[in-house]
């Protein structure tokens, strides 16, 4: 460790992640790959992960990461949630929510708390504990992560006003991280974030698992892949899979009893096991397999020849980080996020796209056998920064190493210091309005 680190002890830092997720695996993984990151970065250090993921944290955490696990909850609509396992009202939910977090905070004492993408937490569920940090006489640095693209611009900015978004990030909030690249998307700017608040903003790039992967050969032999090329159909979580994966089934039976590849399909682990078990018995009259999840998502992306799947954050970045080729079904709605996102990424060379109001058995079949052909795709891009973890989990370090060396408040130090260069202060809510009518995939 350099003589910067050494500035404070490392078992004494701590980081504190809160990720609400009320749909899906997306933001407890996102989160848990920062953790990862951070407790390599800072050897000693420790993280504890507030999350409201129903299976709690599916995946193998590293030593010095642990999570505890509120009541889930799952989205109805935007910005509506409902407990999605107790037989309980909102308003008691949100209460044990609360007091969970606020309790987990007070005996943990962080010096970082990371919140993910709900600046108050779902309910407003973290607004009493971002009020005692904000009194403390020594408050942890509080850092707000976004991903890249989260729906509409214009739909973001009239809910964030709505809903007094924008206040809570000034009033709350030490910086905010943007995970992705700006050269593929100003969020800052399209989500009205350097209007609405004076402190720095950080592009992280985009965020994906870390750990080493395994040889496509081990993979391969692993799943017993007994064909030239292996077709993997995933989409995350796996909480609104279904009718892709049934597409992908239907689309399978325009080649008869001869499938010319190897198909594998990982549906993840939130999806219903009646229709897990629906998918199983009707893959295997077609030769196909069907599995919950598996241990390594990232391998067995690398082992693919071609990968089927939704428009995820975390699905897309292991898939271009990788450089494997995609042929993406981005969710039609309710938010905008896949499509946009699905449209950048193919205007960038990087994916194949099929819009899912024209997927029918014979075009998604066509589409699989062109794209297992095709050598035009995924293209290098120099912009397309996949280091996220690495640059969240460095500038964390650098927030707690200044706290610790007494430093001026992070908040008034950040009105003051930009990060080059990935922040910059502009008058945007007309630019931003007027930008939205440009945007890719409207």
């Known amino acids: 460790m350099d003589s910067q680190h050494s500035e404070i002890e490392p078992e004494r830092l701590s980081l504190m992640t809160y990720s609400h997720d009320g749909y ?71 209460a044990i929510r609360s007091s969970t977090v606020k309790s987990a905070v007070s005996q943990f004492k962080p010096q970082l708390f990371l919140v993910d993408h709900v600046p108050a937490g779902i309910y407003g569920e973290l607004l009493p504990t971002l009020q005692v940090l904000r009194g403390l006489d020594d408050p942890p640095a509080i850092v707000l992560g976004l991903r890249d693209i989260i729906d509409d611009p214009s739909v973001v900015i009239d809910l964030w006003r709505k809903e007094e978004t924008y206040q809570t990030i000034r009033e709350y909030y030490d910086e905010v991280f943007i995970y992705g690249c700006r050269e593929i998307f100003d969020s800052a700017l399209y989500y009205g974030i350097n209007t609405e608040f004076p402190g720095t903003v950080t592009y992280c790039g985009y965020v994906r698992s870390e750990e080493s992967l395994k040889s496509r050969d081990q993979v391969r032999g692993d799943l017993r892949i007994s064909k030239e090329k292996l077709v993997g ?46 998918l199983r018995s009707q893959a295997r009259s077609l030769g196909a397999r069907v599995f919950a999840c598996v ?137 931003a309005l007027k930008a939205n009518r440009t945007l890719p995939g409207k």
Do not use: W
């Open 295 to 431: 241990e390594d998502t990232p391998s067995f992306i690398n082992a693919t020849d071609l990968v089927i799947t939704m428009a995820g954050y975390n699905s897309l970045c292991e898939i271009v980080g990788l450089k494997r080729k995609a042929l993406v079904v981005p969710r039609h709605g309710p938010r905008a996020e896949q499509r946009m996102r699905a449209r950048l990424f193919q205007d960038k060379g990087l994916i194949d796209v099929l819009d899912p109001r024209v997927v029918t058995p014979r075009s998604l079949a066509q589409r699989i056998i062109e794209d297992l052909e095709r050598t035009d795709f995924p293209l290098a891009n120099t912009a397309l920064s996949m280091s996220g973890a690495r640059r969240a989990a460095e500038r964390l370090s650098a927030l707690a190493l200044a706290r610790g060396a007494g430093l001026q408040p992070i908040a008034v130090a950040a009105s003051q210091t930009a990060v080059a260069p990935d922040t910059h202060r502009k008058s945007l809510r007309g630019s």
């Open 24 to 94: 899906g695996l997306g933001h407890l993984r996102r989160t848990s790959n920062i953790a990862a990151r951070f407790v390599r970065e800072m050897p000693g250090s420790t993280v504890l992960m507030l999350t409201g993921c129903p299976s709690g944290a599916p995946f193998l955490l590293p030593k010095g990461v642990d999570f505890i696990k509120v009541p889930s909850v799952i989205k109805v609509d935007t910005g509506a949630y409902i407990p999605s396992g107790l037989r309980i009202g909102r308003q008691k939910a949100k």
């Open 233 to 278: 159909v995933i989409a995350g979580g796996g909480h609104d899979a279904y009718p892709l994966m049934q597409s992908c089934l239907d689309a399978l039976q325009f080649f008869g009893g001869n499938i010319p590849f190897e198909v594998v399909f990982i549906t993840g682990p939130l999806m219903e096991p009646e229709q897990r078990e629906h």
